[in-house]
């Protein structure tokens, strides 16, 4: 209690309650609205205003900062009287009125506000705030089953909610299920150039140069290619990556080739499924950057200069304590050029690329993922059992991801022998016309390729310092 003759110490508390009780005033103008019903002979410090912008007060694990330290300067017994915009801002769950009402005992605390004025001490305002308490947390209660309920329904129908920046997905309108043609081809066309090797930031570019814009008219990124083609949307699925969605898929006419084609461009865009996924969606600007390694210390070459103040351009290590190896570009990349050529013209190396059968993985995941789905609700549901072992549990949905990796790497390699069949019996002509990162990808799907120090003295080039390791599934 405030001793006479000293003013009383006074709190303030606003919350943005995200229009739930359709009032969205701003935290700023409830401590001005706030400000106003103070007793004349109240005085709020800085640090008694508390302000939680954007916090739901009736999430149960939501957690309020703000809040918080108001409870503990309560509790600390620094506050006389507490101010709030309305008596939802300040509790929409019971427990916290109760919290609130343990460590404000016989402390003669007022609660003011707009719509009234309770005393914490008072038992009949005491009941009256509870029963405040409980018709909020009924009124929110309500709401989530309806929301609830709202996405349950539009997940049955197979459709999502419209909204987002740009107003819709690319590719469709703002119903979010009619398909925009001009836009589908595009994206068939991405999915087409990813699967050959080309990057994301290769084809984000040459979009950007076409003058093609993003839903935002924004320009075209890495990351943004990237993102979009990751969406089970492309397969015509529910962003679970499971549930049929009500538009039709995307990157084929087919349901099933669709779903197939959008797991092979994930594998190829997942660094951890595709082995090659880094040469093929990187921007390098020379062949075999990044690609060439050191044989002594194994780690990848850079583009340098020969030694000796000489302008010959090569691949060189550039690692502190080795820099042993070092070849001119010009006749390193025409002698891997050459061999993989040679492997693309190879009659039986082409066959052994045929005989593996991956058709039916996209489908066996996606029914993988529908189990592993069912089995997670289940553990939801059995948590709390005590005779229920939470490794076991954990163990069950590990072996799912566990399966589910291995069908997305059986994919990855399969994206691998489609790049090779693909251009099968390419030649020199062919080759100069394909674009840099379709080249570098067949090259990291054909060989991985390792430099070793020379042994003799003198000028040419030896082969036989160059090791050329197949690259097998």
């Known amino acids: 209690m405030v001793d006479a003759g000293q003013p009383l110490r006074g709190g303030i508390y606003c919350r943005l309650s995200l229009a739930i009780m359709g009032d969205t005033t701003n935290v700023d103008d409830q401590e001005q609205i706030c400000r106003k019903i103070l007793p004349k002979d109240a005085v709020v410090a800085a640090e008694h205003v508390y302000k939680d912008n954007s916090k739901s007060a009736w999430r149960r694990d939501r957690r309020r900062p703000a809040w918080d ?11 006389d009287v507490l101010v709030v915009y309305h ?27 707009p719509t009234g004025q309770y005393n914490l001490d008072d038992p009949d305002h005491q009941m009256m705030l509870r029963w405040l308490a409980a018709r909020a947390k009924n009124e929110v209660d309500h709401i989530s089953r309806r929301t609830k309920e709202g996405h349950r329904r539009r997940r049955d129908k197979g459709i999502v909610r419209s909204g987002g920046r740009g107003g819709r997905p690319y590719g469709f309108d703002t119903d979010q299920v009619t398909a925009r ?17 080309e990057g994301a930031g290769v084809i984000a570019r040459d979009w950007n140069s076409r003058g093609l814009r993003t839903v935002t008219g924004g320009d075209w990124a890495h990351g943004t290619i990237k993102k979009m083609m990751l969406r089970p949307r492309m397969a015509g ?14 990157l084929d006419d087919d349901p099933v080739r669709a779903v197939e084609k959008w797991e092979a461009v994930c594998a190829v865009l997942d660094n951890r499924a595709a082995r090659f996924a880094h040469y093929a969606t990187n921007a390098r600007a020379h062949l075999l950057s990044g690609i060439s390694t050191c044989g002594p210390c194994e780690q990848p070459h850079v583009i340098r200069h020969s030694a000796r103040g000489k302008q010959l351009m090569g691949y060189g290590c550039n690692v502190p304590g080795c820099r042993k190896t070092h070849r001119a570009k010009e006749y390193l990349d025409g002698y891997v050029i050459g061999h993989v050529l040679e492997l693309l013209n190879d009659d039986r190396y082409l066959a052994d690329l045929q005989t593996s059968d991956d058709s039916g993985l996209a489908g066996e995941i996606s029914a993988l993922e529908a189990r592993r789905t069912q089995a997670e609700q289940q553990l939801v549901n059995l948590v709390d059992n005590p005779h229920v072992k939470p490794e076991l549990l954990a163990a069950s949905l590990e072996n799912f991801d566990t399966r589910i990796a291995e069908l997305r790497s059986r994919i990855a390699l399969s994206s691998r022998r489609r790049l090779l069949l693909e251009h099968a019996g390419l030649d020199l002509a062919g080759w100069e016309e394909l674009p840099l990162q379709t080249q570098r990808a067949l090259i990291a799907a054909s060989y991985r390729v390792v430099v070793w120090p020379v042994q003799r003295k003198g000028p040419g080039f030896d082969p036989d310092t160059i090791e050329l390791i197949p690259v097998e599934d």
């Open 69 to 79: 330290a108001m409870v503990a300067a309560v509790e600390r017994g620094e506050l």
């Open 87 to 113: 008596g939802d801002r300040l509790v929409r769950q019971p427990r916290d009125l109760e919290d609130l009402l343990d460590i404000s005992e016989a402390k003669g605390i007022k609660l003011l506000s």
């Open 181 to 197: 043609p001009d836009e589908v081809a595009l994206l068939r066309e991405c999915a087409d150039r990813l699967l050959r090797g």
């Open 237 to 250: 699925l529910m962003p679970d990556g499971v549930s049929k969605a009500a538009w039709a898929p995307v």
